[in-house]
């Protein structure tokens, strides 16, 4: 083992792993603004409005990320006139723009599913009670629904962010330099695949407890009283099984 190299490597490695933690950080944001109309779309009795919510989060759920990143990044060459006509071509062609986006597309899925079976899982007696009390329909799921939703689906939200961060490692192939893609460019240089490669892991796993370490946190604090609920504990364990990929 060459800790001479893993020491070096290092400040290199932690560079690019700022690029994945800010990667990560965007694609939360933009993918839970994009998710949220989705998931109410998704729950909504109007075939007009489940119905391509429903095609959407089918196909993302059911391509592999590297297919969309490929298709995103490569494949928009093919219509270079047409980005070029709209004036969107200046950010199709940046590596950064087509991983947020990509990366923006499928967590949006993901999370959107999640948030629909967490609106579903919301206690039907809460609703009654709210449309006994003269709510409208955008008040139920602006003051009842929404808010408990997003407490039930915060254990699977947790779990959707940890792939997430994971599959950040993918935009390497693009050329981006972020955590892998310094690990890939070292190995590259000095054959040394273990030392490379173990450190790269080392950093992703520290990364990774710290999200759940904070996602505990926040767990913690907002579902507090589902001990004393037993059929809100039920639903929160239905939930975590959304997230399997």
Excluded: C
Aim: hydrophobic fraction near 55%.
């Amino acid at each position: 083992m060459d800790f001479d190299l893993i020491w070096t490597s290092l400040p290199q490695l932690l560079k690019g792993s700022l690029l994945t933690v800010e990667i990560t950080a965007v694609t939360i944001l933009t993918g839970l603004v994009v998710a949220i109309p989705i998931a109410l779309m998704r729950v909504s009795k109007n075939p007009l409005l489940w119905g391509p919510a429903y095609g959407y989060i089918f196909f993302i759920r059911g391509t592999p990320l590297l297919a969309q990143i490929f298709l995103v990044y490569y494949g928009s060459g093919q219509f270079r006139d047409f980005f070029d006509a709209i004036g969107l071509w200046v950010f199709f062609r940046e590596p950064y723009f087509a991983a947020i986006l990509t990366l923006t597309i499928n967590t949006s899925a993901y999370t959107a599913e999640i948030l629909r079976g967490a609106i579903q899982a919301v206690p039907r007696g809460d609703i009654e009670a709210a449309r006994a009390m003269g709510m409208s329909r955008i008040l139920q799921f602006r003051r009842i629904i929404l808010p408990q939703a997003f407490r039930l689906a915060l254990p699977a939200y947790g779990n959707e962010i940890i792939l997430l961060f994971q599959s950040t490692s993918l935009v390497s192939i693009i050329t981006l330099l972020d955590l892998t893609g310094i690990a890939r460019i070292i190995a590259a240089r000095t054959f040394k695949i273990y030392e490379v490669y173990l450190t790269a892991g080392a950093i992703y796993l520290i990364i990774t407890y710290g999200i759940l370490w904070l996602f505990n946190r926040v767990e913690w604090r907002m579902m507090r009283h589902v001990g004393d609920h037993p059929a809100a504990a039920g639903n929160v364990k239905k939930l975590d099984v959304v997230t399997v990929r």
